[in-house]
C-alpha cells in the first residue's frame, strides 16, 4: 500500500429539499386546505477516526466528497427524506486545514475522535406551514437551503511513542526491523528509506509502545531538502527521540558535524521539536574500528549530559538496555515482574 500523508479534496455537504406547495383535494371537501409537506434536510459532512486506516490513499482517489441531498416535500403533509450523512474516514493523527487560508479545522490525534465539518442544508418548509386563521390558502413554500462547500487539505501525522531520526543509511530501518514486526527496506548500498513505518515493539510485561522511522534527514531538510522535509512533521507527536549516528564511516565523515546538522534542521523546522527528549545511539558497535571511534566522540556527548547507548541492529548488542531507557522515560520506574 502507498504511504499517502497528504491530501487535498473537495467536500460538499447536501442542498435542505424544496417545500411543497399542495391543496387538499377529495371528494365530498371542498375546502381542504394546503397539504405540502416540507423538504428534507441536506447531509453532513462528518470526519471520523478509524484505526483500520494508516494512509489516506483512498482519499487522494477519491477527491471529491460530496454528502446527500434532502428530498422535496410532497403532498397529503409528506416531508422528504434526509439526506445521508458523508462520513469519512481517516487515520488517527489527521489534521484538516482550509485549503485557502491554512486554518486548522481539526486535529483527530484521539482514538474515535469526530467532528461535524460541514453542515447540511435545512429542507424547506411547505405551504401547510403558512396557513393562518387570514390566509388559509398560501399558494407558497420555501426553497431549501443550499449546503456548505470547500477545499480542505488533510495531513496525517504519524502517533508513536519513539521517533527515530538521522543521516540516510545510519541503520534506522534495521534497527526498527530488529525489535519490531516492522520491516522496511534494507540493504548493503547506499540507499535512504522513501516512506515513514511504524513498528509496535513488545517490551516486558506485556507491555508495548510504538516506534516511527523516518526518511534520513540531511542539511537543509526544514527548507525542503532531500525527502525527510516532507516528513519532519511526524516526529512532531513522539514523545521522545533516538537520534542514531554511524561512526564507521570516520574519519571521512564527522558524526558529531552531522549530529548537530540536524538538530539546526529540528529547531529550523520546529522549535518545540528540537527541545523533545533526545537520546543518541551509536549504530554498528560490533565493528572494531567503530569501537575505537566510540573513544572520540564520547566526551562530546558527556560534557552535555546526553545519553548516548551503543548498540548493533545487526547482532542485537546493546539494545536490552536501550530499550529499558525508553520504558523508564515512557511509564518511569520499571517494575521488578518486567
Known sequence: MSFIDEVKINVKSGDGGAGCVSFRREKFIPLGGPDGGDGGKGGDVIVKVSSHLSTLLDLRQHPHQKAGRGKNGMGSDRHGANGHTLEILVPQGTVIK???????????????????????????????????????????????????????????????????????????????????????????????????????????????????????????????????????????????????????????????????????????????????????????IDLPHVKENLKEVLPYFEERGIKVFPISAATGEGIPELLDDIAFNLWGEPEETW
Open 98 to 284: 482550509d485549503a485557502e487560508t491554512g486554518e486548522i479545522l481539526a486535529d483527530l490525534a484521539e482514538p474515535d475522535s469526530s467532528m461535524v465539518l460541514l453542515k447540511g442544508g435545512r429542507g424547506g418548509q411547505g405551504n401547510a406551514r403558512f396557513k393562518t386563521a387570514t390566509h388559509k390558502a398560501p399558494k407558497f413554500a420555501q426553497p431549501g437551503e443550499p449546503g456548505e462547500e470547500r477545499w480542505i487539505r488533510m495531513e496525517l501525522k504519524l502517533m508513536a511513542d519513539v521517533g527515530l531520526l538521522g543521516m540516510p543509511s545510519v541503520g534506522k530501518s534495521s534497527l526498527i526491523a530488529k525489535i519490531s514486526a516492522a520491516r522496511p527496506k534494507i540493504a548493503e548500498y547506499h540507499f535512504t528509506t522513501l516512506k515513514p513505518s511504524l513498528g509496535v515493539v513488545q517490551y516486558k510485561n506485556y507491555r508495548s509502545f510504538v516506534m516511527a522511522d523516518i526518511p534520513g534527514l540531511i542539511e537543509g531538510a526544514s527548507e525542503g531538502a532531500g525527502l525527510g522535509h516532507r516528513f519532519l512533521k511526524h516526529l512532531e507527536r513522539t514523545g521522545q527521540l533516538l537520534h542514531l549516528l554511524d561512526l564507521s564511516w570516520m574519519p571521512d565523515r564527522d558524526p558529531i558535524a552531522e549530529y548537530e546538522a540536524i538538530n539546526r534542521e529540528l529547531a529550523l523546522f520546529n522549535p518545540e521539536l528540537a527541545e523533545k527528549r533526545q537520546t543518541v545511539v551509536i549504530n554498528k
